[in-house]
Every structure is written in structure tokens, then in C-alpha cells.
């Protein structure tokens, strides 16, 4: 997205649908939105909500609707333009849909609700599917090449720690649908998996690997800074038990002796952005380690260790319009006026795009693995 402020322009809102190629909606579907949702989480489906003004003797009503328009399964892109660019905040499709009928005119209401296109991985069990002498990744690799027909383009990073089983000795097997799967091997690495939409409406890509939390931040959210805040309110919270040391003992081949594998350094994965890091007061065990490879052991101590990181979470609304810049999730963003032990950088965990006709507002969480920042200074 472009990097001027949204307030030299405005905000446009365009609607696509159809069972498999999504195309933009009659005008009369457009006029009758009457707000739009949009939740991109990391590491989670992402999902949306529509509600349509459903008049007595409207499109939607006297045709749409029965012919099958907002049945499940429909596609929807929702694209959001600012400053002349396009930027694709979901590409899903419908699984749900309720109708409100009131004897008030023009209070009837059509609400449809969906998710990403991870729904389609997540509808067939394919329990039982083998891959030998394949890496994790090589796995997702191999499921995700099932879903380019909808504009799926996959980026898998290898596991940090490689895992190649021997096909003598074991052969991996599938449990459960596509997602369930690609999401297991996911947490079981420490890593994330979902859809980033775009960069163009139809296309999405797959992305199976570290929740990378590296690159330019965003423009800062602003508190407490009279004239200059951006943000209404910010709120922080800091939990002392949410940060776990994982133990993990594995058994040492053809011997009965076992040994306590070393605690991975988190920060292989995840650059730290506290200069003050939560100390992890909660010793855990990693069940059934003794049973798997050192590898796999290792990855999932890797992974547990990952997991309860963040101690440091904070949330707000903000207005895009005041704020100048569309939020994104999953990149890192800075933070001024909250004083120096929550000012600084932190990880856009997720966004909730809330569009009304005048109106654009974001839900937001941020997260890190500490106070006090590492960077005495933040992009304004």
C-alpha cells in the first residue's frame, strides 16, 4: 500500500462474489452494504462479516437470495482502496448466513458471514495419506499444491531443526484434513500458517514458517501526545506466568538411558524486541518425548518455548483516517507516549477492519516478549 496518508483522498470499499471466480457485485448488492468485518489474526483463519440492507421488494430479496447469490461456498475478495491503491483485505468464502425480518421499513437485514480459503483445506479427511522420507515442509508443500486452482501460491520455509524419518523405521502419515495437519506440523515447529490475500484480488499466498517479526515498522501509534495521538486509548498488560520453560527428555538409541535435551534459544526464530524479557517463572515437560526422534523432540521444545513467548500484550481502536495509514497485522509497528516501559516496538498480532459508509475504524492487538524497548527511537 502506498505510504501517503489516507486523508488526501478517499476511502473505497469494492465487493467481488461468485461460486468460483469472484466478480464484481450489481450495483444494487453495493448500495445495499451496509458494513463490512474483516478479522487477519496471526497463525488463525481469518474470517469476515457483511450486512446487507434486505428491503421487501429488493435484488436481493426477490432474486439473489433464492437463486443462490449468498449460498456457502460463494466466493468473496473484499478490496480496499486508498490513495489510488488497492489493497486486498480478504478473499474467502461464505459458509453461514441469517436473515432479520422486522415490520420496521428498512430495518431488515441479511447478514453473511465466512472465512479465508483455508475453510476448503478443512473439509475433507484425508486420514491415512502417507509421505515417506518427507520433511515437514516437504509435506505442506505437497498439500498446498492441491488448492492452486483457487489462486494459492505456497511459501514454505524449512524447519529449523531437520526431521527426515527413515522409511524403514517409520513412515509419516496424515491424521485429519489438510489444515489440521499443516497446522499441527506448524506448532509442532514452532512456526505459523495461514493466507495473506493478494497482492491482487484471486491470488493468495500460503505461508508455512517462523511468524517473522523483521522489517520496516509501520508508522507509530500515538498516545497521550496531545495534538500528535493517533490512538484514543491503549491498553497493556503484562502476565509474569505466561512465559514456560519446556523440558523435554529423550531416549538415547539402543540404550535405556535417557537425557535431558538443552533449551533452545527462542530468538533463532524470533529477534527480540524488549530490552527486559519476562523470565519464565512455569517449568513444563513436553509429554511423550522419550518416544520421538531427537529431532522432532528438539522442535517441539523449540515450539513450546515459542508458544508462551510473549508476556507483553496490548490492545486498542484507532481511526485509519486520524491514524493516516491502514494498520497491517503481522508486521511490527511502534509505539509513543505510553511511557519507557511499554514504549517501542511490538508485533501486530491482529487487526479487525471495521468499514461503514463515512466510517473506518481497526481493532487491534500487539504483542512482545517484554518491557522497556530495545530502540530508543520509533518511526512517527
Known amino acids: 500500500m502506498a505510504d501517503a496518508p489516507v486523508t488526501t483522498g478517499p476511502i473505497r470499499l469494492t465487493l467481488m462474489m461468485g461460486p468460483r471466480i469472484p466478480v464484481p457485485v450489481p450495483q444494487p448488492v453495493t448500495d445495499a452494504l451496509l458494513s463490512a468485518q474483516v478479522t487477519v489474526a496471526s497463525g488463525q483463519r481469518s474470517g469476515f462479516q457483511l450486512a446487507f440492507d434486505l428491503s421487501k421488494n429488493g435484488l436481493i430479496n426477490t432474486a439473489l437470495l433464492p437463486g443462490g447469490f449468498f449460498d456457502p461456498e460463494i466466493r468473496v475478495v473484499l478490496v480496499v482502496t486508498v490513495q489510488g491503491t488497492p489493497t486486498v483485505l480478504m478473499d474467502g468464502v461464505l459458509i453461514r448466513q441469517e436473515v432479520g425480518v422486522s415490520n420496521q421499513p428498512g430495518q431488515s437485514t441479511l447478514t453473511v458471514t465466512g472465512e479465508d480459503l483455508t475453510v476448503l483445506m478443512d473439509l475433507e479427511d484425508r486420514t491415512g495419506t502417507d509421505y515417506p522420507a518427507m520433511s515437514p515442509a516437504g509435506r505442506v508443500a505437497v498439500m498446498l499444491t ?140 513436553v509429554n511423550d518425548a522419550a518416544k520421538k526422534e531427537t529431532g522432532s523432540a528438539l522442535a517441539e521444545t523449540l515450539a513450546k518455548a ?66 522497556i524497548s530495545r530502540t530508543p527511537v520509533v518511526r512517527p
Open 146 to 285: 492441491r488448492y492452486a486452482q483457487y489462486g494459492i501460491t505456497p511459501l514454505v520455509v524449512p524447519e529449523l531443526i531437520p526431521q527426515m524419518s527413515v522409511p524403514t523405521h517409520r513412515v509419516e502419515a496424515q491424521n485429519g484434513t489438510d489444515l489440521a495437519y499443516i497446522s499441527e506440523l506448524a506448532k509442532a515447529n514452532g512456526y505459523v500458517f495461514y493466507l495473506d490475500p493478494g497482492p491482487v484480488p484471486g491470488m493468495s499466498r500460503a505461508y508455512w514458517g517462523p511468524e517473522v517479526r523483521l522489517g520496516i515498522p509501520q508508522h507509530a501509534l500515538n498516545v497521550n501526545m496531545d495534538a500528535l495521538s493517533n490512538v484514543d486509548q491503549l491498553t497493556f498488560a503484562f502476565d509474569g506466568t505466561a512465559r514456560e520453560e519446556p523440558r523435554a527428555r529423550v531416549q538415547i538409541p539402543a540404550t535405556k538411558i535417557s537425557t535431558l535435551l538443552p533449551i533452545p534459544e527462542v530468538s533463532i526464530l524470533r529477534p527480540p524486541l524488549a530490552l527486559k524479557p519476562a523470565p519464565a517463572l512455569k517449568k513444563t515437560t
Open 306 to 371: 515459542m508458544e508462551s513467548a510473549d508476556a507483553v500484550s496490548g490492545s486498542g481502536q484507532l481511526d485509519v483516517v486520524r491514524y493516516g495509514h491502514v494498520l497491517r497485522p503481522r508486521e511490527l509497528v511502534g509505539v509513543r507516549g505510553a511511557g519507557i516501559t511499554y514504549d517501542g516496538l511490538y508485533f501486530v498480532k491482529s487487526v479487525t477492519h471495521n468499514l461503514q459508509r463515512g466510517s473506518y475504524t481497526q481493532n487491534f492487538t500487539l504483542a512482545r516478549e517484554g518491557l
